[in-house]
């Protein structure tokens, strides 16, 4: 899988790009959670959720936010990072043709990150929010949400506990026109340490979740 260097709003970004043969693909992009908190792109949920994307058909990337890894910059409170994500859908779209699919998908911050997005983006048909902390960050700026999507967490998580996220869920789920679909992986914590009893799970219902999005024609 080619490592990729891209423009960023302020330098060169680091990313991991794994494109399909076909041009006209699908497309999604994987934001990886909290840089002070050794976030990268290569945290085993971004990771196992790029080439879960990938395996269904989709040219992905993942990438590094500004200051970390070889991404330039610092970092910038989430504003910066919104831009950095723009700047690889950007870059994605012009590497691709006729795309009918546009994802984005997000580990904890970086699901702060990409729902914010989604807001910016109206090509964007689809989200999926893995651990949304909702404690820590207001995500009343989706009013409305713009397209359907899925958020996944785990029932022990302690960093964005399950309280917060059903909330955020409730909200979201009286809107209309869209449809938020809600998944809670039993046992899991944050990270979904576990591979066998988390972690698979959750990747599995992910890909359950995009594979019967795609057969849909509505957002």
């Given at each position: ?39 990268t792109m290569n945290n085993k949920v ?174």
């Amino acid at each position: 899988m080619p490592e990729i260097i891209f423009p960023g709003p302020e330098g060169r970004l680091e990313g991991r790009y794994h494109p399909q043969p076909n041009r006209d693909a699908p497309i999604a992009i994987v934001l990886h959670p909290h840089p002070q908190f050794g976030g990268t792109m290569n945290n085993k949920v971004v990771y196992n959720l790029h080439y879960a994307f990938h395996k269904m058909g989709f040219s992905v990337m993942r990438f590094n936010f500004r200051g970390v890894g070889r991404s330039q910059g610092e970092y910038d409170q989430g504003v910066g990072e919104l831009s950095d994500a723009a700047a690889a859908l950007d870059y994605m779209q012009a590497l691709s043709h006729n795309v009918r699919h546009c994802w984005v998908a997000g580990f904890s911050f970086g699901a702060w990150i990409g729902m914010q997005l989604l807001m910016r983006r109206p090509d964007i048909t689809g989200f999926v929010s893995v651990a949304p902390p909702a404690n820590l960050y207001d995500f009343s700026f989706l009013a409305p949400c713009p397209a359907s999507g899925l958020i996944i967490n785990g029932s022990a998580d302690r960093v964005a506990p399950p309280r917060d996220t059903r909330t955020l869920v409730s909200k979201l789920q009286e809107q209309r026109g869209i449809t938020i679909t809600h998944s809670e992986i039993e046992g899991a914590d944050h990270f979904f340490k576990d591979e066998e009893t988390h972690m698979q799970p959750m990747l599995n219902t992910v890909s359950s979740y995009v594979a019967h999005r795609l057969t849909e024609s509505t957002r």
